[in-house]
């Protein structure tokens, strides 16, 4: 039940202290920040894909060792139960912090509010807060496009959670180094991902 910002920090400063032991000439050349990978599961529809589940992210989680394992969320909450039983039973494996996906689309303020106590009623320390998938028939969000839900963007999502829970959860945010169907410019983009920082994210993730 650890936030994965509290992890991710002392792996960089471990990393900048190795570096600057390194001879200067090497540092330049060869120079790496720290790496962080994560697993991605999707909440089975079945109890016996559950088990089989569970079973494969606690052996994963022993040999691979990743920062943190993340469990997506269906549109409009349509896996919230599973995502959070996917999400509380991982949690308590030995090494292993959850990510849980939480996004904007289709959830009222009062639903997001639930998820949110049923997340921390289950030791959950970790939302990546999306705006979620664009409507129906659409492959891509489009410049100006909200979600339908109570909060419309990501951003929005990221200060409600910052008003009804303080800093009690770490928080992620999508990042696209490539730039997102929606932005106008890259530049538009980081000055976005920037206000999703100053609303209260911790980190960035990317695909």
């Known amino acids: 039940m650890t936030k994965i910002i509290n992890k991710i920090l002392p792996r960089r400063e471990k990393r900048k202290q190795e570096s600057l032991q390194e001879n200067q000439q090497e540092q330049n050349e060869n120079h790496q920040g720290p790496l962080y990978y994560s697993l991605e599961f999707f909440p089975p529809k079945t109890k016996a894909g559950l ?50 996906h939480l996004t904007t689309t289709g959830m009222t303020r009062e639903r997001i509010a639930s998820v949110l106590e049923q997340a921390k009623a289950n030791g ?59 932005s106008l410019s890259q530049e538009e983009e980081l000055r976005h991902l920037k206000t999703k920082i100053d609303a209260g994210a911790d980190f960035i993730i990317t695909q």
């Open 51 to 100: 088990d089989n589940l569970l079973e494969r992210i606690e052996r994963m989680g022993k040999r691979l060792d990743p920062l943190f394992v993340d469990v997506t969320w269906g549109a409009g909450g349509s896996t919230s139960a599973k995502t959070i039983a996917v999400a509380s039973h991982s949690q308590k494996l030995p090494g292993i912090d959850v990510l849980m």
């Open 124 to 182: 959950i320390r970790n939302i990546l807060a999306l705006r979620g998938d664009p409507p129906p028939g659409q492959r891509w969000w489009k410049v100006g496009d909200t979600s339908d839900g109570y909060c419309p963007r990501a951003i929005d999502l990221v200060r409600l959670i910052r008003e009804l829970h303080g800093d009690y959860f770490g928080i992620a945010v999508a990042g696209h180094p490539e730039g997102h169907p929606s």
